[in-house]
């Protein structure tokens, strides 16, 4: 459709030909590894993608106020990307229609990276095509279990960036045992998927990022992870999170404040 071209879709990013893990068939040397796959489906290293949504798709990235969407950066949180999916849907939609929604996105530059960790999405496929597994972290190789059945390989891609990785942080949230549902990674960025956002980010200058999850009913706000640091900002967030949460009924609270772990 007309609006789908005008909005700038199909736009693709690879890190200096970076991928993913994969789960390849055959022995590759990767992301600084050498490794074959496991179990009985096998894919090649992926690719990331990106969706730009903006009124003037001839205008240069950074041109704009930069936002940044993201969903599934944990492979059993489906519904986070469906939450990116339909909003997606709703702006081109809802564009010629709707003077916000055409305000939104001719003054603004819109990125969803709707599925962060595909490998661990694959893999949940292959756990059962009709859904209802639960691997939530990424397919790094040999890492947490190499049974062709297993739920709990990987790393969590959520707890690998370098902000408060491992003991700098909460000890709660996240873990140093390669089976756990938290496992952070032998080093921060350790992982090509984390690479790649964080690449991606400092590339940009987003005004604003949410980072969509499926879990908690809630939405967390900065900072996280050391409950006496604060950003001085705590009332516009509130205010904020407010008016996002109120059709909803979500709870707004900064993210330390949540019992379970994003």
Same mark, same amino acid.
């Given at each position: 459709?007309?609006?789908?071209?005008?909005?700038? =879709?199909?736009?693709?990013?690879?890190?200096? /030909?970076?991928?993913?893990?994969?789960?390849?068939?055959?022995?590759?040397?990767?992301?600084?590894? #050498?490794?074959?796959?496991?179990?009985?489906?096998?894919?090649?290293?992926?690719?990331?993608?990106?969706?730009?949504? #903006? +009124?003037?798709?001839? %205008?240069?990235?950074?041109?704009?106020?930069?936002?940044?969407?993201?969903?599934?950066?944990?492979?059993?949180?489906?519904?986070?990307?469906?939450?990116?999916?339909?909003?997606?849907?709703?702006?081109?939609? /809802?564009?010629?229609?709707?003077?916000?929604?055409?305000?939104?996105?001719?003054?603004?530059? =819109?990125?969803? $990276?709707?599925?962060?960790?595909?490998?661990?999405?694959?893999?949940? @496929?292959?756990?059962?095509?009709?859904?209802?597994?639960? @691997?939530?972290?990424?397919?790094?190789?040999?890492?947490?279990?190499?049974?062709?059945?297993?739920?709990?390989?990987?790393?969590?891609?959520?707890?690998?960036? *370098?902000?408060?990785?491992?003991?700098?942080? *909460?000890?709660?949230?996240?873990?140093?045992?390669?089976?756990?549902?938290?496992?952070? +990674?032998?080093?921060?960025?350790?992982?090509?998927? %984390?690479?790649?956002?964080?690449?991606?980010?400092?590339?940009?200058?987003?005004?604003?990022?949410?980072?969509?999850?499926?879990?908690?009913?809630? $939405?967390?706000?900065?900072? +996280?992870?050391?409950?006496?640091?604060?950003?001085?900002?705590?009332?516009?967030?509130?205010?904020?999170?407010?008016?996002?949460?109120?059709?909803?009924?979500? #709870?707004?609270?900064?993210?330390?404040?949540?019992?379970?772990? =994003?």
């Amino acid at each position: 459709r007309d609006v789908e071209r005008s909005r700038g =879709l199909g736009d693709v990013y690879k890190r200096q /030909n970076q991928t993913t893990w994969g789960n390849p068939s055959g022995t590759i040397t990767n992301n600084g590894l #050498t490794y074959t796959g496991q179990g009985t489906t096998r894919w090649s290293p992926k690719t990331i993608w990106y969706v730009r949504i #903006t +009124g003037d798709q001839t %205008s240069p990235e950074g041109s704009k106020p930069q936002i940044l969407y993201t969903s599934m950066i944990h492979a059993r949180e489906v519904s986070s990307l469906m939450s990116n999916m339909y909003f997606m849907w709703y702006l081109l939609e /809802n564009y010629d229609t709707d003077p916000a929604i055409k305000n939104l996105v001719d003054n603004n530059e =819109l990125y969803f $990276i709707p599925v962060v960790n595909p490998d661990g999405l694959r893999w949940n @496929q292959h756990l059962n095509p009709n859904g209802g597994t639960f @691997q939530r972290k990424n397919c790094r190789p040999n890492t947490g279990s190499t049974s062709n059945g297993t739920a709990t390989r990987g790393v969590d891609v959520n707890r690998n960036f *370098d902000y408060l990785w491992g003991a700098d942080g *909460d000890a709660s949230g996240s873990n140093d045992i390669p089976s756990s549902d938290t496992y952070r +990674g032998p080093f921060p960025f350790s992982e090509p998927e %984390s690479q790649i956002l964080r690449d991606f980010v400092l590339a940009r200058n987003f005004e604003t990022c949410l980072m969509h999850h499926s879990a908690a009913n809630a $939405i967390p706000h900065p900072y +996280g992870g050391i409950p006496t640091r604060v950003s001085n900002r705590e009332d516009e967030m509130h205010q904020w999170h407010e008016d996002m949460s109120r059709s909803v009924s979500y #709870t707004h609270l900064r993210a330390h404040e949540t019992s379970l772990h =994003l």
